[in-house]
């Protein structure tokens, strides 16, 4: 799935970190939803997953554009 097909729920590529390096949420077209963060090693997932830490305020923002 190319990141063309996502929608986008947060940030708006202008930030500080650039335009495709921020922690965002996407949204499928299935419906479910891709998360762009930091690696994190906090714990080992099951394989085949992985786990990436994002900020509070990417989520709050992904809440607002789903209108939750």
Same mark, same amino acid.
């Given at each position: 799935? /190319?990141? =063309?097909?996502? !929608?986008? +729920?947060?940030? *708006?590529? *202008?930030? !500080? #970190?650039?335009?495709?390096? #921020?922690? *965002? &949420?996407?949204?499928? /077209? $299935?419906? $479910?939803? @891709? @998360?762009?963060?930091? @690696? !994190? $090693? &906090?714990?080992?997932?099951?394989?085949? =997953?992985?786990?990436?830490? &994002?900020?509070? $305020?990417? +989520?709050?923002? %992904? @809440?607002? %554009? +789903?209108?939750?």
């Amino acid at each position: 799935m /190319a990141r =063309e097909e996502l !929608t986008r +729920l947060t940030g *708006n590529g *202008n930030g !500080t #970190c650039g335009k495709d390096d #921020c922690p *965002n &949420i996407y949204r499928t /077209a $299935s419906g $479910s939803f @891709v @998360v762009q963060g930091d @690696v !994190t $090693s &906090i714990f080992q997932p099951p394989q085949g =997953e992985g786990l990436v830490e &994002i900020p509070e $305020s990417v +989520l709050r923002e %992904a @809440v607002r %554009a +789903l209108g939750w």
